[in-house]
């Protein structure tokens, strides 16, 4: 059975810095793309960041160059590094981890966390 565990969720405030960890097990493996996903507060969940079965990382356009996406295959632990955080960013976060290609939209075939909540203050 497939789980995600998210922690390193918090409050901070503007320009700090967080970094988020998503642990897998279940038989969630490198075949797998591994994404960030967030959603605030009266918005659609809306993609972050991920890392393909390549190790190729890819981000949205909103989080480039302020998140970064890290993967310790040992550990089967995921990463979200989040710099230069703002206010916007406050959301829950979550984990997912996509039996096939990556996509901004996963329909099926996807396993989610539980989330871990980021908020931001000014």
């Known amino acids: 059975q497939v789980q995600l565990v998210e922690s390193g969720g918090g409050s901070v405030q503007a320009g700090g810095s967080l970094r988020l960890s998503c642990a897998a097990s279940?038989?969630?493996?490198?075949?797998?793309?591994m994404m960030w996903f967030r959603q605030a507060p009266g918005k659609e969940r809306a993609g972050v960041g991920y890392?393909?079965?390549?190790?190729?990382?890819g981000y949205a356009d909103a989080v480039t160059g302020r998140f970064t996406v890290s993967k310790d295959n040992a550990k089967n632990t995921l990463y979200l590094q989040m710099n230069s955080l703002k206010p916007e960013d406050t959301a829950m976060y979550y984990c997912?981890?996509?039996?096939?290609?990556?996509?901004?939209?996963?329909?099926?075939?996807?396993?989610w966390g539980q989330g871990t909540r980021v908020t931001v203050s000014s």
């Open positions: 279940g038989g969630v493996d490198s075949t797998y793309c």
């Open positions: 997912a981890a996509l039996k096939f290609q990556c996509t901004w939209r996963p329909l099926d075939n996807v396993y």
């Open positions: 890392i393909d079965r390549n190790g190729d990382p």
